[in-house]
């Protein structure tokens, strides 16, 4: 079901609409779920100003604030590489051809936008070994 016949199932209009067509397509841009482009990198794919980005995505954290923290693309592949696959700083820049200090950056940045990073944990798989540990069966 696209959007038009959703909208007449359900009795809506343009009106209707949180955000408008001009901060979905921007969103779209921003997102890590989507492109991730940086605000500058948005603004010149817009032909506009980083202003008018900036703009657009404050009135997009009272309008949607679940869409938000963003990540860049950059920060989200440093976000999996540490929260996924555990990986340490040095093998992240050595992905990326940056230097460590680099990643650190990346790092701070998610930590000032309030986005916890927590390393992967290991789940222990069952053993025959470790049938002295197991102090009742299932």
């Given amino acids: 079901m696209n959007e038009e016949d959703y909208k007449k199932k359900h009795g809506l209009t343009d009106k209707d609409r949180v955000i ?7 969103i779209r841009l921003l997102h890590h779920d989507f492109e991730g482009l940086t605000e500058d990198e948005a603004a ?11 703009d657009a995505v404050a009135r997009l954290k009272t309008k949607a604030p679940q869409l938000f923290p963003m990540m860049t693309s950059k920060q989200k592949f440093v976000y999996d590489c540490i ?3 555990d990986l340490k700083y040095d093998e992240i820049a050595m992905l990326l ?12 940045q998610l930590k000032l936008k309030g986005i916890k990073i927590s390393r992967a ?4 798989r ?6 002295s540990e197991i102090r009742e069966k299932f």
């Fill in 20 to 26: 408008t067509k001009r901060e979905e397509e921007i």
């Fill in 44 to 54: 010149e794919r817009l032909g506009c100003t980083q202003q008018n980005i900036s």
């Fill in 83 to 85: 929260t996924e696959k």
């Fill in 97 to 108: 051809q940056v230097d460590k200090r680099a990643v650190n950056r990346v790092i701070e």
């Fill in 121 to 124: 944990t290991k789940t222990q």
């Fill in 126 to 131: 069952y053993e025959d070994y470790l049938d």
